[in-house]
DNA sequence: GCCAACGTTGGC
DNA sequence: GCCAACGTTGGC
């Protein structure tokens, strides 16, 4: 089994709003990065464990914990002309763009901001949310730093 | 294959 | 809103 950090602006999709949800169920629609899509297909499996994590706000971090709960499948949103993330090369026969399901499990029992994260950079050398110019939206935790973090509840 | 121009992410 | 740090596109 493998941890991640999953990364939505909360404006427009937040972990309230997974909660929400109908079976607090909701695809992971929107990627359009190889590199996370490679993830997401060859890595990401049923029953793993990510972070929410609330980017581009006003205090950016770690807010709850979901599941996976489907394994890749076809996003798709880039099929619809009119979705935001809509990529006209992307054909419904050889999808181009694939999603996930998560699955809310908890809040944390406080946020845990990312400048929080930041100061204990040294504790964690190779987390990759902290790496420099860092812009995936999914990233792997080992599972080291996922229980450290855990610990800081 | 190179690289300039452009688009996006996301912290601040 | 600014801008650094990417990733992508497309001309050559």
């Known amino acids: 089994m493998r941890y991640w950090l999953m990364k939505s602006e909360p404006d427009a999709f937040s972990i309230d709003d997974l909660k929400n949800c109908p ?10 990065n190889y590199q996370v899509r490679n993830m997401m297909r060859d890595d990401m499996k ?5 972070f929410f994590y609330h ?11 979901m599941t996976i ?9 880039a099929f619809d002309p009119e979705d935001h993330h809509y990529d006209p090369k992307s054909d419904p026969d050889n999808p181009r763009w694939l999603m996930v399901d998560v699955t809310y ?3 944390l029992k406080r946020n845990i901001s ?3 994260l930041k100061q204990l950079n040294a504790q964690m050398p ?5 790496r420099k110019g860092n812009r995936l939206s ?14 800081l509840e």
């Open 69 to 77: 709960t489907r394994e890749a499948y076809p996003d798709h949103t």
């Open 46 to 50: 049923k029953g793993d464990l990510a």
């Open 55 to 65: 980017s581009n706000c006003a205090e950016p971090g770690i807010v709850g914990i």
């Open 105 to 107: 499990k908890r809040h």
């Open 138 to 151: 999914v990233v792997p935790v080992e599972k080291e730093y996922w229980d450290f973090i855990l610990g």
């Open 23 to 32: 079976k607090k169920t909701e695809h992971w629609d929107g990627v359009r």
């Open 114 to 116: 990312l400048q929080e």
């Open 126 to 130: 190779d987390f990759a949310l902290l």
